[in-house]
């Protein structure tokens, strides 16, 4: 199956800081990204939709200016966290998918896990 | 996007088969029925999709009714590596929407 890549895996960090996390297919072309995050125990919340060159699409509730998503290339997207708190903690986990992908099927990345300090 | 219930969690033993049912009453006409596989600290991962009827691939089985408002995925002979959260979800955008989960725990 496709391959999506997350870098970093895991980065702490003090609070006040910005954080970018980079999400990568490897072996497509992404004509669409999506940022989701997980607390713990929890299920996955969809955070935004990102097409190639365009901007993203936040979910009800997401701050854009807070969670910053580029999509600059058919294999790249970044997810900024600005200004980062304790309580922006969690598992970030990108997804992408490409021409020909059957419906509703995504290919995931591992996952960053991000702590505040 | 329809809503879907599943059971919060489930245990088996290693060898067994495993049903996971999944409830989604309202399902449009358009929609498809998706589960994927969650272990922990790790993406999801696509199992398997179904429109209607019996779907089978090298992981699993998904049984869809003919009123399509559940289905059931199948996992035959469980073992031990299958404990992870199993979502079902429903809708026919690029847009999924996770619900709850099945945690199902397999027992040696």
């Known amino acids: 199956g496709a391959v999506v890549s997350q870098h970093p895996s895991r980065v702490i960090c003090k609070s006040g800081t910005s954080v970018k996390i980079e999400c990568r297919s490897l072996?497509?072309?992404?004509?669409?990204m999506f940022w989701y995050r997980q607390f713990p125990k929890q299920s996955l919340m969809l955070m935004a939709t990102s097409n190639e060159g365009s901007k993203a699409t936040y979910e009800q509730g997401v701050e854009k200016d807070k969670f910053l998503i580029n999509h600059a290339s058919l294999t790249l997207s970044t997810l900024t966290v600005t200004s980062a708190h304790p309580e922006d903690s969690s598992f970030y986990i990108c997804?992408?998918?490409?021409?020909?992908?059957?419906?509703?099927?995504?290919?995931f990345g591992p996952g960053t896990r991000l702590t505040v300090l | 996007l329809a809503k879907t219930t599943q059971p919060i969690s489930m245990d088996s033993y290693e060898g067994q088969e495993v049903n996971i049912t999944c409830s989604h009453n309202?399902?449009?006409?358009?929609?498809?029925i998706t589960w994927y596989q969650q272990f922990p600290s790790q993406g999801p991962r696509f199992i398997i999709q179904?429109?209607?009827t019996k779907v089978t691939n090298e992981v699993a089985s998904l049984f869809i009714p003919a009123d399509r408002k559940s289905s059931t995925l199948s996992l035959p002979r469980v073992s031990l590596s299958d404990t992870a959260v199993y979502y079902c979800?429903?809708?026919?955008?690029?847009?999924?929407?996770f619900g709850t989960g099945t945690r199902l725990q397999v027992f040696p």
């Open positions: 179904g429109y209607k």
């Open positions: 979800l429903v809708g026919d955008t690029d847009k999924l929407i």
């Open positions: 309202n399902i449009a006409t358009n929609d498809y």
């Open positions: 997804s992408a998918r490409g021409a020909g992908f059957v419906h509703n099927e995504q290919f």
């Open positions: 072996d497509f072309q992404a004509t669409t």
